[in-house]
């Protein structure tokens, strides 16, 4: 199935959509432009296109403008609950992602990047860092993204970058991958912009997952 297709069976929001293709965006110029050892880029692309499948469940209800999408969330709460990692991977794994692209799934979350910078794993690496470049309005440097997750999570205890503390060590683990990686491809960080993505976007949309 295409990636338009699978997006739009689960209703998802076109900002969420775009948020994804964005991130795949990011992952496969940094593959077009890859000179370290070999890695799996359809593995890559295909969980940087599903990563975020479980946000669903974190949209505010005022920011949905499809009726029939409040509905499909319902039943997903009550089929899986709220949490939305607990949601990708349920989802990432009906849609066909295999036990390696999961664990990359699972491997390439914010909390992780302690262990994600310390790992050779550039599967990981890859997707972690790109989808910590994309803001919701689209591609921005490391520390700016990063920052500013620090203040919109900041009074939501639960979360890992509620803590300046454990945040700025997060940040320092995410600006380690992001030179680990560019020591590996023909780019600088300020080379991945909303302009060098864009004509990626189009043909993920028609990806075959």
């Known amino acids: 199935m295409k990636t338009i297709e699978i997006y739009n069976k ?6 969420l959509q775009m948020h994804m293709l964005r991130v795949s965006a990011c992952t496969n110029l940094i593959l077009d432009n890859w000179i370290g050892k070999p890695i799996d880029k359809k593995a890559i692309t295909r969980v940087s296109l599903l990563h975020d499948m479980g946000n669903m469940v ?38 066909g992602l ?35 470049r994309v803001a919701p309005d689209g591609v921005v440097s490391l520390k700016e993204r990063l920052e500013d997750a620090k203040k919109r999570y900041k009074d939501r205890p639960l979360s ?19 030179e ?8 600088n960080p300020d080379d991945i912009n909303n302009q060098s993505i864009q004509v990626y976007i189009d043909r993920l949309k028609e990806y075959e997952i």
């Open 10 to 15: 689960y209703h998802l929001p076109k900002n």
């Open 58 to 95: 974190k949209i505010p209800e005022e920011e949905i403008q499809d009726k029939d999408f409040i509905e499909i969330r319902r039943k997903y709460y009550e089929k899986y609950g709220t949490n939305d990692h607990e949601i990708n991977m349920v989802i990432g794994r009906k849609e």
């Open 98 to 132: 295999s036990d390696k692209e999961l664990q990359i799934l699972d491997g390439k979350r914010s909390r992780k990047n302690e262990q994600t910078a310390k790992s050779d794993n550039y599967e990981i690496k890859i997707c972690a860092y790109c989808d910590q």
């Open 160 to 178: 890992v970058w509620s803590n300046e503390e454990k945040a700025n060590q997060l940040i320092k683990w995410a600006l380690q991958i992001e």
């Open 180 to 187: 680990q990686i560019m020591k590996y491809c023909n780019l």
